[in-house]
């Protein structure tokens, strides 16, 4: 069991970056693979991206690479994602997720792996 509380959202300017931040509490964090989601309006939940328990294999969607980077700190059981050079297609409230045990890099990618989910962040840039 694990719940997850993100934060750092904001209304930047393209080019501008943010750090959102995940908190997690529970007993088991370290065992949790997670990953981040986000929905823009009118769109549906899209992958962005996601990281194994220990830290080793990430992944990234195809719109994200090169300029969002996916990070977990275990001791201090937070989840974070570094955007940079955002563009006003980022645009959307991003979501963090967790599941139990160890999925392909391809589950990873799909919302139904996940067993927990935060409230999410609104993320807002501007041209």
């Known amino acids: 069991q694990v719940q997850l509380v993100e934060s750092g959202g904001g209304l930047v300017q393209a080019g501008d970056s943010l750090r959102l931040s995940c908190a997690a509490s529970?007993?088991?964090?370290?065992?949790?693979?997670m990953g981040w989601f986000r929905q823009a309006p009118g769109k549906k939940r899209e992958f962005v991206a996601s990281?194994?328990?220990?830290?080793?294999?990430?992944a990234y969607a195809d719109s994200v690479k090169g300029g969002f980077t996916i990070s977990r700190d275990n001791a201090k059981k937070t989840l974070y994602l570094q955007m940079n050079s955002l563009k006003p297609e980022d645009t959307a409230v991003y979501y963090c997720?967790?599941?139990?045990?160890?999925?392909?890099?391809?589950?990873?990618?799909?919302?139904?792996?996940?067993?927990?989910w935060g409230q999410g962040t609104q993320v807002t840039v501007s041209s």
């Open positions: 529970g007993r088991t964090f370290s065992s949790y693979a």
């Open positions: 990281i194994s328990w220990g830290g080793g294999n990430k």
């Open positions: 997720a967790a599941t139990e045990g160890v999925p392909s890099t391809a589950a990873m990618t799909m919302t139904y792996q996940y067993d927990y």
